[in-house]
């Protein structure tokens, strides 16, 4: 690969599809991983604290939860709520969050949070 596959729009256009696929496919490490080494910085790098990049952390912690790896999904839960928190507020994106958080932590059985 070459310095055309280098350029961001070609990044997103490609690599935030193919995520999404991977995880509708149950390919959910591949899905974990695509995020991380190719959306997620993309992300960060152009946007910073967005939006984007919190639902970015979402799907990575609803793989995680499918994955039955509740505290990498509270991981990135956790950080998408806090996002979300700073940039929305009160927001069903927000209430998303809280919502995919709350039930890895009822998966891992952690009831006092």
């Known amino acids: 690969m070459g310095d055309e596959y280098s350029n961001v729009p070609f990044k997103f256009a490609f690599f935030f599809p193919f995520a999404a696929s991977q995880m509708v496919q149950q390919n959910h490490l591949?899905?974990?991983q695509t995020r991380l080494d190719s959306v997620l910085p993309v992300y960060k790098e152009n946007l910073g604290d967005h939006?984007?990049?919190a639902t970015t952390l979402?799907?990575?912690g609803n793989s995680y939860y499918a994955l039955g790896?509740?505290?990498?999904?509270?991981k990135y839960?956790?950080?998408s709520v806090n996002f979300r928190r700073q940039l929305l507020g009160q927001h069903q994106e927000t209430a998303k969050s809280?919502?995919?958080l709350g039930e890895a932590f009822s998966a891992k059985g952690d009831y006092q949070r």
């Open 58 to 60: 979402n799907w990575i």
């Open 51 to 53: 939006p984007f990049t």
């Open 69 to 74: 790896d509740y505290t990498g999904a509270i």
């Open 98 to 100: 809280l919502y995919d």
């Open 30 to 32: 591949l899905a974990i």
């Open 77 to 79: 839960s956790s950080t």
